[in-house]
Structure formats: C-alpha cells, structure tokens
C-alpha cells in the first residue's frame, strides 16, 4: 500500500469530521505535528476532543485551533503557556479533563495495548480522583483510570521510510510513539524521508504497521517555547 501522500491536507482528507477525538503529539512545541495541525485547521473540523501532552502556545500549534475554536474538549497534563486556552476553559467554552503527566502517558499506552482501565496510586486523595473508582490493593488505595484511544493520531518524527517505519529524535520521542498505536488511523509527518530498508530494523520506534499514511515535511520551524538565558557578565566582557 503506498502511504506517501503528497502534502497534510492530502494526507487526511476523508478522515476528519465534527465531534471526532484526535491525539497528537509532541512535547511543549517539541515533536509537534504542526503541518498536519494545520490541515485540521483547513478542514474546519469542529467539536474535537483533542488528547496532547499540552495546548501548543497562542498562535501555534493547537494553539492555532482554539483560536478558531474547533475544540471543545482537552485531555492534557500541561496548559501553562496558552492564555488563550485559560480564558476560554475559565469563560467555560472548553472543556478539560486534567491528568497527572505519567498518568497520561500510560493511559495512552494502554489504550494502544488493548488494556481499558489500569489502577495508578498517583492523584490518589487529591481532585484528580473525584467520581473514580478506588480499590486497595496490599494496603494501599488506587484509583482507576480508563484507557485512551482515539478516532486518529497524528505524530511528527525525525524520519521514516516509504513502508512508514519512524524514527523519533531525543525530545520528540515522548507522546509521539504511544499515540501512533492509539488509534484507529494514524498519520505522520517526517522531516526525513527514506526508502525502505534504509533504517536500521534496531533503530526503528515506531512499526510501520501503525502507520496509514505519511507527508514529507522537510526543514519544520523549530519553535522555541521558552528562551532561558543568563544575564551577561560585564567584568568577564571587559577582560575579552
């Protein structure tokens, strides 16, 4: 089957629709799926429930869909660097389903394993536990928490090969392989793209099995959440 599609919007066309659940992936703005967001965007898909590790920030990312307002439902662990998203979760235009950031890393990855529900002691007495239910186990009490799996993810990796086999690059290998066995369908985007049987068979994160269509999307902007740096030392400027 030849998975190789010619741009983002090609690549999902015929998959979206209203109310649908989509994951994607990446880290803060790392090992995003920018282009592949910005053909949801294009299609004017709306009531989505989106399942990310985090909202983008304003302007970028799934940043871009809430300014069109298209979701209507997020299940992250992070929003801190989106003033949009605050204003319209608090306004009560988005809805939003908090996780502990390990809880939904292994959410996503039981719903990628078959498994429904799993018990974590994490969140155990605080919020996050509200309406679960709690079973003890030697001693101590868990709570359960239900598996994720969804209509379509959408994952960005370093590269793949024709047969759709990725390979993740350091940060970007966080939600992006979890979410591209948590699907019905999934699509890439790859920065490099070989033929098969360029990638070392040990090397590959993601089989290509998993994977029902991809875009090459050479040289993505690198986006940088936050600039940290440190304040110049003029002393040491004066002696150079």
Do not use: W
Request: aromatic share 6%; with cysteine; proline share 4%.
């Amino acid at each position: 089957m030849d998975k190789i599609r010619a741009s983002a919007v090609e690549a999902l066309a015929g998959l979206l629709h209203d109310g649908m659940t989509i994951m994607a992936g990446g880290f803060g703005l790392c090992g995003i799926p920018e282009a592949l967001i910005e053909a949801v965007r294009l299609s004017g898909a709306r009531n989505l429930t989106v399942i990310s590790n985090n909202a983008g920030v304003d302007g970028i990312g799934l940043g871009t869909l809430l300014e069109t307002r298209q979701i209507r439902k997020m299940i992250s662990s992070y929003v801190g660097e989106n003033k949009l998203f605050a204003q319209q979760f608090l306004s009560g235009e988005l809805e939003l389903e908090f996780n502990p950031q390990g809880t939904l890393a292994e959410r996503i990855r039981a719903g990628g394993a078959g498994i429904p529900a799993f018990f974590t002691k994490t969140g155990y007495g605080t919020l996050i536990a509200e309406g679960k239910p709690v079973q003890e186990f030697d001693g101590e009490n868990y709570i359960m928490e239900r598996g994720l799996f969804a209509d379509i993810a959408l994952v960005h990796a370093y590269k793949g090969d024709d047969e759709g086999n990725l390979v993740y690059r350091k940060t970007a290998r966080n939600f992006n392989p979890v979410m591209a066995t948590a699907a019905k369908v999934t699509i890439a985007e790859v920065e490099h793209l070989v033929t098969a049987g360029e990638i070392d068979p040990d090397q590959i994160h993601t089989p290509g099995i998993f994977i029902s269509g991809l875009v090459h999307v050479p040289a993505p902007a690198k986006h940088i959440e936050q600039r940290t740096t440190r304040k110049r030392n003029a002393a040491l400027e004066g002696a150079n």
